[in-house]
């Protein structure tokens, strides 16, 4: 069963760190473009940021957290990071962890179809 399962969300202050973590299993997430999206209350879903599959094109980042979020893979845990630093409070909303095969265009544009349960991020001093 193909499945991946977000983690490593909480509550931060303003300026703080924290990494998301999206695991897959029941198949190899290297041969795979992961996206990261993000939803608030009353807004609609934002691409934050996205790698396509391992060896190929680059990644990409939202204008909005260029600088301050690193998206990454350790193939050997299947799983992909997001790392979040210098946190602010427009930051809080559910994240959501999506994995498709990537057509080579920006992977934030991926017609993504797999998609985990998310997991909630709130920045609040």
């Known amino acids: 069963q193909v499945r991946v399962v977000e983690s490593g969300g909480g509550l931060k202050q303003p300026g703080e760190s924290l990494r998301l973590s999206c695991a897959a299993s029941g198949f190899t997430l290297a041969y795979y473009a992961v996206a990261w999206f993000r939803q608030a209350p009353g807004k609609e879903r934002e691409g934050v940021s996205c790698i396509p599959s391992s060896g190929d094109g680059r990644t990409n980042y939202a204008d909005s957290v260029k600088g301050r979020f690193t998206i990454s893979r350790d193939n050997a845990k299947n799983t992909v990071y997001l790392q979040m630093s210098s946190l602010k409070p427009e930051d809080t909303a559910i994240y959501y962890c999506?994995?498709?095969?990537?057509?080579?265009?920006?992977?934030?544009?991926?017609?993504?179809?797999?998609w985990g349960q998310g997991t909630q991020v709130t920045v609040s001093s």
């Open positions: 999506a994995v498709d095969i990537w057509d080579g265009r920006n992977c934030l544009d991926t017609p993504y179809d797999n």
